[in-house]
């Protein structure tokens, strides 16, 4: 571990430590930016952020799901998938309930974050039934990007 | 003159103060800097708290960290008998509702649990209930569902960054 405090005064700044020292308003804070929010998510599968990602060591993103669900994933912007599961709630269908569980992707690339759902279990609990669908041909509009931060700056 | 202990070393801060939400707290007491995370909720036991009540109003955090056991499988096995593998999630306290799905370890004869589970923070109170939990059984193979809210409790809360 390396510090970046020291006596008789405070480095304004290093990348890469999780930690901000401003010497200006004198406070120090975790070394997180806000780089894209939609309060009333909707069909964001690819979303563009205000900074590029590769400024940061790691990317926090909340993806929406169906109503009001949101699952949390971490995600290094190195251009790769990232996979993720989530539960993504109930729904009704007629005198049905039906259980989603997705699984998908997320990928960091510049400016631009995506997330895939490859996949997903539902579960009808009457009759009980269960099967696997692709979600992407027509489920589209059920997921999509709220929010992402980026984690330790960099560069 | 404040003195902050940083690992080994011991450092002048002045005028450095703390502000609400920024993640870091200044001990004047024992001279650190910490992280702004408060337990406040901690289970007596390991499993079957599905409704937390938190020793203060959730909304006074930025976030929440919340660690899960998992493991029930809903057949009426004793709880020495069931998986006891941990979770942990990150949620904000904005009244969505939080949920995940993952591995929930091997049950009773042999079945692969996989559950998902919707977490929720109201107030002073943070529910999770598991919605579904997926069972794969190897040979023969086989593949059941059900429902099982008992399948996860709470074992602690912690705010992180107060604001």
Known sequence: MSYQLFAGGLTPYTAGTGIVVNNTNHTISIDETELFYDATPANNQSVTLSETSAHFQRMRVEVWFDGDYVTTCDVYPDGCDWAFASYAGAETQGSQTQRHTCFGTLRANGTSLSVTNLIDWIWQTNPNQYWAADIKSDSTQHYGIRRVTGINRVA | ?163
């Open chain 2, 1 to 163: 003159m404040s003195l902050v202990s940083v690992g080994n070393k011991v450092v002048n801060l002045k005028g450095l103060y703390y502000e609400g939400g920024k993640g870091i707290v200044i001990d004047e007491t024992d001279r650190k800097i910490k992280n702004d995370e408060t337990v406040i909720f901690t289970s007596p036991q390991d499993y079957g708290v599905t409704s937390a009540v938190c020793t203060e109003n959730v909304t006074n955090f930025e976030f929440l960290r919340i660690k899960l056991w998992q493991g029930r499988n809903g057949d009426g096995e004793a709880p020495v008998d069931q998986p006891n593998s941990r979770y942990e999630i990150i949620m904000r306290p904005d009244g969505m509702k939080h949920s995940y799905a993952t591995y929930g370890g091997v049950g009773v004869y042999d079945w692969r649990h996989w559950v998902g589970t919707v977490l929720q923070a109201s107030g002073n109170t943070v529910t999770a209930r598991c919605e579904v939990d997926w069972l794969a059984y190897l040979d023969p193979a086989e593949i059941m569902c059900q429902e099982d809210p008992e399948a996860v409790g709470i074992v602690q809360i912690t705010g992180v960054n107060r604001i």
